[in-house]
C-alpha cells in the first residue's frame, strides 16, 4: 500500500502530476510489467477518528450496496470506528470514498489498468495483532458484509518509510 495525502483532489489530475505519470522514468519502466492488478482510489476522507500513524495498518475495500450505503456508513461513523482509538493496540481509522476516477496515464499503459476503489477503511495500530484482529473482525460474519458491503477485501501492512511535505528539499 502507498498512500500519497494531499491538500486537494486537483492536484492528482494536475498537469505537473499527470506529466510525471505520462513520462516515467527507466526505473519505473522497466518495473511497471511487474505491478498486476493494481488498485488506485482517489478517495476523500469521510471520517477519521484518533490521532497519528502506527507502524502496522490494515487497508478494508469495500462497495456499499446501494440500499445499505447510508445505513452502513452510519455504523461505521456513530459505531465502529469511534471505538478504534481506545482499543488496546489500535489507534487511528479513516473512513475513504473514492471521489474521482484516475487519468488513464502511460505508467497504467504499462502495467495495465487500474482498479478503482469505491470505499475504504484505514486502520492504523503500534499492534500488528490488534490491527489484525480488529480488520478480520470486520472482515468477517457479523462485519461489514452483514451491514451491505459487498466485495470485501482486507489486507495488513508494516510501515516500510513515511516522508511528510515539509521533508522534501524544494
Same mark, same amino acid.
Given at each position: 500500500?502507498?498512500?500519497y495525502e494531499v491538500e486537494n483532489l486537483a492536484t492528482l489530475a494536475s498537469e505537473a502530476y499527470l506529466a510525471r505519470l505520462d513520462n516515467p522514468t527507466p526505473?519505473? *519502466?522497466?518495473?511497471?510489467?511487474?505491478?498486476?492488478?493494481?488498485?488506485?482510489?482517489?478517495?476523500?476522507?469521510?471520517?477519521?477518528?484518533?490521532?497519528?500513524?502506527?507502524?502496522?495498518?490494515?487497508?478494508?475495500?469495500?462497495?456499499? #450496496?446501494?440500499?445499505?450505503?447510508?445505513?452502513?456508513?452510519?455504523?461505521?461513523?456513530?459505531? %465502529?470506528?469511534?471505538?478504534?482509538?481506545?482499543?488496546?493496540?489500535?489507534?487511528?481509522?479513516?473512513?475513504?470514498?473514492?471521489?474521482?476516477?484516475? %487519468?488513464?496515464?502511460?505508467?497504467?499503459?504499462?502495467?495495465?489498468?487500474?482498479?478503482?476503489?469505491?470505499?475504504?477503511?484505514?486502520?492504523?495500530?503500534?499492534?500488528?495483532?490488534?490491527?489484525?484482529?480488529?480488520?478480520? #473482525?470486520?472482515?468477517?460474519?457479523?462485519?461489514? %458484509?452483514?451491514?451491505?458491503?459487498? #466485495?470485501?477485501?482486507?489486507? *495488513?501492512?508494516?510501515?516500510?518509510?513515511?516522508l511528510s511535505s515539509t521533508e522534501i528539499a524544494e
Open positions: 500500500m502507498v498512500l526505473w519505473t *519502466t522497466r518495473m511497471m510489467p511487474h505491478y498486476r492488478g493494481m488498485n488506485r482510489g482517489l478517495c476523500a476522507v469521510v471520517a477519521s477518528f484518533g490521532f497519528g500513524q502506527g507502524g502496522s495498518a490494515a487497508l478494508i475495500r469495500f462497495t456499499p #450496496e446501494a440500499l445499505h450505503s447510508v445505513p452502513l456508513n452510519r455504523w461505521l461513523i456513530d459505531q %465502529a470506528l469511534p471505538a478504534v482509538p481506545q482499543m488496546p493496540g489500535l489507534g487511528s481509522a479513516h473512513l475513504l470514498q473514492g471521489a474521482q476516477a484516475a %487519468a488513464m496515464t502511460n505508467e497504467q499503459r504499462i502495467r495495465g489498468v487500474d482498479r478503482g476503489v469505491d470505499s475504504a477503511l484505514i486502520v492504523t495500530a503500534y499492534d500488528s495483532n490488534a490491527v489484525t484482529a480488529y480488520a478480520n #473482525e470486520l472482515c468477517s460474519a457479523g462485519g461489514l %458484509a452483514d451491514r451491505g458491503a459487498s #466485495e470485501v477485501s482486507c489486507s *495488513t501492512y508494516q510501515c516500510s518509510y513515511s
